[in-house]
């Protein structure tokens, strides 16, 4: 890449004497460590700004320096990611120039290796050909592998591709023991190991042969002649595990048990040492056991039984070796003998007698001695007779408080026995005996005592039950207990009243008794029942009190007196809403009150709304009753009240109240068909209040003049339509009003925006037929469109710049005329909105065929030496009168709307040999890319004020117009056209 070298100039700046370059800290950069880049600027007076780049993308913020310094970038954990091309520019107002690149490279430490061996799937470990892969997931390549053998070097592979290697093995003896291999990139080896799988295990047993007796210690011995350390065995007997080792140093190990009966069947044992578990061969052991000690039970269970009843004896074993001979024995007397093959339990049944009582036991043996059971003594009972109940003193009627002795005896029945008495199925007492057949219980009469008495008697063989014996107990009346019918103190007139007289306890017959003020009223006899009751219609001469008496031959008993009021019920209330307006709003407070005509006090007043509660007022004497209550929205409905005086409640008429609520403050809401509202649209103006009493009338203003109402009936808002023009851009408003209050929203502003037109192109040029040399500028310009503006300009289809408008109006372009500008041109605008393209000017350049060997031809026939020798000092003078004299040269891509004369030219004082033709410098003929490496423009003095100029050319004299042309790549192509407001390296 080339640099650029501007015009000789006396301000301080970036010269091509100075210089900028990249270094780097430290040399060599690996992963996680820390990169520091230094760019150095030297030689600069002027404050300039570097920027530091990977690739093509910027890294950080620039960073300012006033004279020739440097600056660091510093990236303080490198990852593998970090790598690259960096490099720094620096720039001033004017230049810049780009430092060398520097080419950093990440070096990754190789990852910890993985050693694992490969084999096949069936593998067998002395046949079978294995391998070992050691392998790592990172680091820099070439890496060096190396695999060792109990630390014995077997082979060294270097890898530049890949980041795994193989070694072969042939798994013989002498490859037994630890394997390790290591990975090396030059920062340092990292290892790993792998482990020989074990041989096939050999199970061997302690005791020589497969049988042996219970009860010996028995060992097993699992041992493998090969695999590496650690190794972890399991023992199984019958596919179940029984011990589970570890070996660390050796690879034999052993399992002791004591053997039972339980211990026979086949018996294996594994060892692994990572690589899956290898199996010994299945050996079978046998055990003989003798018999444990057998156990004789009864069926049914107990050791009393009754004559004639069926009695199983079982003999039972819980381990020995089969076969087994048992044998039942009564007192020593030999019952049965039975061999058994295939159970370790027998039994023998018979029918009872009374010579059966005795003791039991049974025997068992298999060959190494009879072991006997524990005996058990059964007994031959007699059932108890039904027992027989008698009362003491006799008679079945008692006083309370008198002793009564219950007598229970049964005639025969072995003891002990088990005597219950009852009272109505309740048990009283029980008493077990040994030596009498008879038992007796006392108690002290009370009322509660009669009812029927029996008793039970049980030996074991069920109870049996006597018959049963009914007591009566005199008892004399309670005082007897009045109550009215309905309950309460008060009544209606005209109500039915009974009165009922109840004695708690008391023998019948009973004579009950009702009196009104002493008066008497009935007289009743019952001889069933202990409640009378007596009823009547009241009148208004039955208030007073009222009792009763019971007697049952020990004097009457008088109850309590009950105070008898008869009342008037309350009639039909009245209530009435009293509200401080005709029309009941928000916030008032509106009195209920509720009055019954008639009714005996206190009564209690309850209101209602839509039958939900909303309090409740007393009036102790008589009158009506009130309740305030502040209005809210949901209070509008139907009221009622509620009288009670305790005979009734009486319901009020419903009262309707409908409650209006004032508009909130409206919202308003602008609806266009696209998010910017744009001539021609219809707007949607919506007006709507959250709360408010309906009809609702809405009132729409645009910059306070009224566009127009409407009026909701039923809530919600209402809208209002305008197709839109420039005119309705501004703020809108609206009203909302129900009568109780207007309210107005917020103003919502809007902007109605214009598409552009379709621009007009004009070409403007010094004179009527364009030539090379020639200023051309292009004026493109929408008659009418919202500001901004974006304008495009197109030569043959092809961009040549873009400009925005701020202020409506257009925009121009520039171009120093060469042959290729010949072609068509247009224009673009676009707002956002729609752009718009305009017709295409066709323009024709004349003079300068274009053609690079024409130019170079050109310039060598004046005599290139001397030619270029003067235009460069007479550039160099001009340059200088420039100066001294304060103009500086303008380039605009916009111009002022007032258009110079199209007869004028563009550039005036200027001698014509220099304004005809531009200054070529470093023309070099031999090379087939490059036509111009440099072309200068000589400043000419523009009659007409730019309304802008390129930051590119601020503050110069002069300007390079091309830095670099690549020609085509044959000599009749044309030299290729590149925008003069557009340096090229």
């Not at 005209?494 to 023998?507: A, I, K, M, P, Y």
């Not at 009203?735 to 902007?751: C, M, T």
């Not at 043959?796 to 068509?824: C, I, M």
């Amino acid at each position: 890449m080339e640099s650029e070298f501007p015009c000789p100039e006396t301000e301080p700046g970036i010269t091509d004497t100075e210089i900028v370059q990249v270094h780097y800290y430290p040399e060599f950069v690996f992963e996680g460590q820390e990169l520091v880049l230094i760019c150095s600027v030297n030689g600069a007076t002027k404050p300039i700004t570097v920027s530091w780049y990977k690739k093509q993308d910027r890294l950080q913020k620039d960073i300012e320096l006033q004279t020739s310094s440097k600056t660091e970038f510093t990236i303080p954990v490198v990852q593998n990611s970090d790598a690259g091309e960096y490099y720094c520019i620096a720039r001033n107002s004017r230049f810049s120039k780009q430092s060398n690149s520097v080419i950093i490279s990440v070096k990754v430490p190789v990852s910890q290796p993985v050693l694992t061996l490969r084999r096949p799937g069936t593998w067998n470990l002395m046949t079978d050909k294995m391998s070992l892969q050691c392998e790592v997931q990172r680091g820099s390549l070439p890496i060096w592998y190396q695999f060792f053998h109990e630390g014995v070097l077997l082979e060294e592979i270097k890898s530049t591709s890949e980041r795994k290697m193989f070694h072969r093995l042939s798994p013989t003896e002498k490859h037994s023991g630890n394997y390790y291999c290591t990975a090396n990139n030059g920062l340092g080896p990292q290892w790993s190991k792998v482990m020989i799988p074990v041989s096939k295990p050999v199970l061997t047993f302690s005791s020589p042969g497969t049988r042996t007796l219970g009860g010996i210690q028995m060992s097993l011995q699992c041992e493998v002649q090969r695999g590496s350390l650690p190794i972890w065995y399991q023992f199984f007997r019958e596919g179940v595990l029984l011990k589970k080792r570890e070996a660390i140093s050796w690879r034999t190990v052993s399992y002791s048990f004591s053997v039972t009966g339980e211990n026979s069947g086949n018996y294996y044992c594994t060892a692994d040492n990572g690589f899956g578990p290898q199996r010994s061969e299945a050996m079978r052991l046998s055990v003989t056991v003798p018999v444990s000690q057998p156990v004789l039970s009864l069926s049914p269970r107990g050791t009393r039984t009754l004559v004639g009843n069926e009695v199983r004896l079982q003999c039972e074993v819980q381990r020995g070796s089969l076969p087994i001979w048992f044998q039942f024995f009564w007192e020593d007397v030999l019952l049965t003998r039975t061999e058994t093959t295939s159970w370790r339990t027998v039994s023998y049944s018979f029918s009872v007698t009374g010579e059966n009582s005795g003791n039991y036991y049974c025997t068992a043996d298999n060959g190494f001695g009879p072991q006997r059971s524990e005996s058990i003594n059964l007994s031959v009972i007699v059932p108890v007779s039904q027992p027989v109940l008698s009362l003491s003193p006799r008679g079945t009627r008692t006083l309370v408080g008198n002793e009564v002795r219950l007598q229970c005896e049964v005639q025969r029945g072995s003891l002990p026995i088990w005597f219950q008495f009852f009272w109505e199925d309740v048990l009283l007492t029980r008493t077990e005996t040994t030596s009498w057949r008879t038992v007796s219980y006392s108690f002290s009469v009370t009322g509660e005592n009669s009812g029927n008495y029996y008793c039970t008697a049980d030996n074991g063989f069920g109870p049996q039950r006597s018959e049963s014996i009914n007591l009566s107990v005199i008892v004399p009346v309670s005082q007897p207990v009045f109550s009215l019918s309905p309950r309460g103190t008060r009544t209606l007139v005209g109500n039915e009243v009974r009165l009922q007289c109840e004695v708690q306890r008391g023998s019948l017959p009973i004579w009950f008794q009702f009196f009104w003020e002493d008066v008497l009223l009935t007289r009743t006899e019952t001889t069933s029942w202990r409640t009378v009751s007596y009823s009547f219609s009241v009148t208004g001469e039955n208030s007073g009190n009222y009792y009763c008496t019971a007697d049952n031959g020990f004097g009457p008993q008088r109850s309590e007196s009950i105070n008898l009021s008869v009342i008037v019920p309350v009639s039909r209330p009245v209530l009435t809403l009293r509200a401080p307006r005709v029309q009941a709003v928000v916030g008032d407070v509106v009195e209920l009150h509720c009055e019954a005509q008639r009714g005996s006090p206190p009564i209690l007043y309850q209101f209602y709304h839509e039958d939900v509660t909303l309090g409740s007022s007393s009036s102790p004497f008589g009158g009506g009753a009130s309740f305030n209550l502040i209005l809210k929205a949901e209070h509008s409905g139907n009221y009622f009240c509620e009288a009670n005086n305790g005979q009734g409640v009486q319901r009020s008429h419903m009262v309707p109240l409908s409650v209006r609520v004032p508009v909130s403050h409206p919202v308003l809401t602008l609806r266009t068909p696209r998010v910017q509202a744009v001539v021609g649209d219809v707007l949607e103006i919506h007006c709507e209040s959250q709360r408010g009493s309906s009809p609702i009338q809405y009132q729409f203003y645009h910059e306070d003049v009224a566009l127009g109402n409407s009026s909701s009936l039923s809530g919600g808002g209402t809208s209002f339509y305008l197709s839109l023009t420039t005119e309705h851009s501004g703020n809108y408003s609206c009203e909302a009003d129900n009568g109780l209050g207007v309210q107005r929203s917020e103003a919502v502003s809007l902007n109605v925006r214009v598409p552009v037109s379709r621009p007009v192109l004009t070409l403007r040029t010094a004179r009527t037929q364009v030539v090379v040399g020639d200023v051309l500028e292009l004026h493109c310009e929408a008659q009418r469109g919202s500001s901004p503006i974006l304008y495009w300009f197109y030569h043959n289809n092809v961009t040549l710049e873009n400009s925005t408008s701020h202020s409506g109006q257009g925009v121009s372009l520039n171009l120093l005329l060469t042959a290729d500008h010949s072609g068509t041109y247009s224009c673009k605008a676009d707002n956002g909105l729609s752009p718009q393209h305009s017709e295409a000017v066709t323009l024709s350049v004349m003079g300068l065929t274009g053609s690079k060997s024409s130019l170079i031809a050109t310039s060598v026939t004046g005599g290139l030496l001397s030619m270029m020798a003067i235009a460069a000092v007479a550039v160099l003078f001009y340059c200088w009168l420039l100066r001294k004299a304060g103009r500086k040269p303008t380039f605009d891509s916009s111009r002022n709307p007032s258009a110079p004369d199209p007869q004028e030219s563009t550039y005036h004082n200027v001698p014509g040999w220099i304004e005809l033709q531009p200054v070529y410098s470093n023309v070099n003929p031999n090379r087939g890319e490059v036509v111009y490496s440099e072309v200068w423009s000589v400043k000419k003095e523009n009659k007409v004020t730019a309304a802008s100029e390129p930051e590119l050319f601020k503050n110069t004299d002069s300007c390079v117009i091309y830095s670099q042309v690549k020609g085509a790549s044959t000599a009749a192509s044309k030299p290729q056209f590149l925008d003069p407001f557009t340096p090229h390296r």
